[in-house]
């Protein structure tokens, strides 16, 4: 095993697993190829069904403090906007466009000074505005330099992710789509450096308990 590596996992339903049989989503399966591979990763699913950007801006920092202690190796991942972008009563966002890149902006700057930052960005079968929203999260991170994964494209092709949500609550997808999920931000070339960042041999690091 590497060195302890510390993980908080921000988001929503789709980070949590929300419609997955087997309890893992994409998350899970992530975080045990990369144990069985070797590296020593504690992780930290903080994924909440429902939540929007305002809702993980208002928690973030606290559940972060208490889970990553000072000296510790860790890292950071968002991924949110899918609930930003379902559409409520008159045809409203749950959240503007425009409040969700505040809301963005302040977490990842704030996020950056304090461990390496992932943003996946978010997805969602069938909402148009996600489209509108994706390309500004991403257009943020690069000026940010925080690496961004880019989702709509692959969960839109993905057959078993679709199917599986269609047979679902019309969103979440069952084991088949998180799998899915997990092979594709498993191979992002975004994923693999940001994990290794700062990557030390055990020996030469302090024990992290």
């Not at 969602?124 to 390309?135: E, K, N």
């Not at 609550?169 to 992002?188: E, K, R, T, V």
Request: proline share 5%; aromatic share 8%; net charge negative.
């Amino acid at each position: 095993m590497t060195t302890p590596v510390r993980i908080c996992f921000f988001g929503d339903s789709f980070v949590n697993g929300t419609g997955d049989d087997d309890g893992l989503g994409w998350v899970g399966r992530l975080v045990s190829r990369e144990r069985h591979g070797g590296r020593d990763v504690t992780a930290y699913n903080l994924g909440i069904r429902r939540d929007t950007s305002a809702d993980i801006a208002a928690r973030w920092r606290e559940e972060a403090r208490r889970r990553l202690p000072a000296g510790s190796d860790a890292r950071l991942l968002f991924s949110f906007g899918a609930n930003d972008c379902v559409e409520e009563e008159a045809g409203r966002a749950r959240v503007p466009l425009e409040e969700t890149l505040a809301h963005a902006e302040q977490m990842l700057r704030e996020a950056a000074t304090l461990a390496p930052v992932l943003m996946v960005g978010p997805f969602l079968p069938g909402a148009a505005r996600i489209d509108r929203l994706c390309p500004q999260l991403q257009k943020l991170c690069a000026e940010l330099r925080i690496p961004y994964i880019e989702m709509r494209g692959f969960a839109a092709s993905c057959g078993v992710l679709l199917q599986e949500a269609a047979a679902g609550d019309g969103a979440h997808p069952n084991s088949g789509g998180y799998a899915a999920l997990a092979d594709f931000i498993g191979a992002a070339p975004q994923w693999r450096a940001w994990l290794d960042r700062g990557l030390t041999s055990a020996k030469d690091a302090p024990a992290d308990r």
